[in-house]
């Protein structure tokens, strides 16, 4: 029994504490929605305007932005329903045909081999090109045999991810 006091005892700050910061959340929660909601409408009430010493002028300017604000609602409906249908624009897409070349590196193959085979098939310009470019890819380890559907328009990155995937 002493042990569950004890405990209570050490604790009881910190349980008090997070008591205390749910409460402040809540509050400062519902608080917050109700100053940043939009669409909170402030009403005024004509009746009560009347029973007090508020001049004439100022009560007929509320009552006749009340009439205003209802007939600029029913434009706005009535526009909504008499609204002509928008003509969509379609978009043209270009669609372009891209031949690719079937390579084959047998397993085992350097990098500089795998360089001179794309080489061959007119798939690089420099084999250097595509060594630096694995290099600073870090894939030049990743490199993997294979058969590979290549794009005769891929870059040198494109080429070098195909192959080390």
């Known amino acids: ?15 008090f504490a997070f008591v205390i910061i749910i409460a402040m959340f809540t509050v ?3 608080n917050l929605g109700d100053w940043f909601d939009n669409n ?3 009403a005024v009430d004509t009746a009560s305007i009347e ?9 007929s300017i509320v009552e006749e932005t ?7 609602e029913k434009e706005e409906d009535i526009a ?6 928008e003509i969509q624009e379609t978009e043209v897409v270009e669609i372009t045909i891209v031949d690719s070349i079937e390579i084959t590196i047998p397993n085992g193959t350097p990098g500089v081999g795998i360089a001179k085979i794309l080489l ?4 690089i310009e420099s084999t250097r090109d595509f060594v630096e470019t694995a290099e600073e890819l870090n894939l ?11 794009p005769t328009n891929a870059t040198l990155e494109d080429i070098v991810r195909i192959i080390a995937r």
Do not use: Y
């Open 40 to 42: 909170s409408v402030v």
């Open 66 to 72: 009340e009439v205003q604000d209802e007939e600029e």
């Open 51 to 59: 029973e007090t010493n508020i001049p004439e002028e100022l009560t």
């Open 80 to 85: 909504e329903i008499v609204e002509e249908p």
């Open 1 to 15: 029994m002493e042990k569950l006091k004890d405990i209570l005892h050490d604790f009881s700050d910190v349980i």
């Open 140 to 150: 030049a380890l990743k490199l993997k045999s294979g058969t590979f559907d290549i």
């Open 28 to 30: 400062i929660t519902f």
């Open 120 to 123: 061959d098939n007119q798939l």
